[in-house]
């Protein structure tokens, strides 16, 4: 998958988001919406979803974090199916956890999507800004 991109979108009256079409063309019909680092809301095709089960099923589960994380993770996923209008339902719970009322952010993140509050899309943002430059941020990785 290559989820890439930036859109602003709002969460209508029924807790619904219109997924932008770049990103639903990729998703196709049926996600999975999760509680994901940094307080947002991660939404993973089927194949995506594939992928974290099974790196998630090698997690060792005699670690307190690892199950805790388990837990946590899976309690709060929802299967969901995009609409033919392009819409998904948002859970009132994964919004709370996001802090997501109704303007959202939605970013593309390689392997899924993340709906971002735009408050703290903003702090983590302004925090990358301030604490390492995008070239600070990449020394650390393999590519």
Do not use: Y
């Amino acid at each position: 998958m290559d989820f890439t991109g930036e859109f602003r979108h709002s969460i209508d009256a029924k807790g619904r988001l219109i997924v932008p079409s770049s990103l639903r063309e990729r998703l196709g019909t049926n996600v999975r919406l999760s509680r994901w680092l940094d307080n947002c809301i991660a939404v993973w095709s089927d194949e995506g979803w594939g992928r974290i089960v099974a790196q998630l099923q090698e997690q060792e589960r005699s670690k307190a974090n690892a199950r805790r994380f388990l837990r946590q993770f899976t309690s709060s996923t929802s299967h969901e199916e995009i609409d033919k209008q392009g819409r998904v339902s948002v859970s009132q719970k994964l919004r709370d956890v996001a802090g997501i009322d109704k303007d959202t952010v939605v970013i593309g993140a390689l392997d899924h999507v993340e709906l971002w509050d735009p408050r703290r899309w903003a702090e983590h943002e302004a925090d990358t800004a301030d604490g390492e430059s995008f070239d600070d941020l990449a020394s650390g990785l393999n590519f």
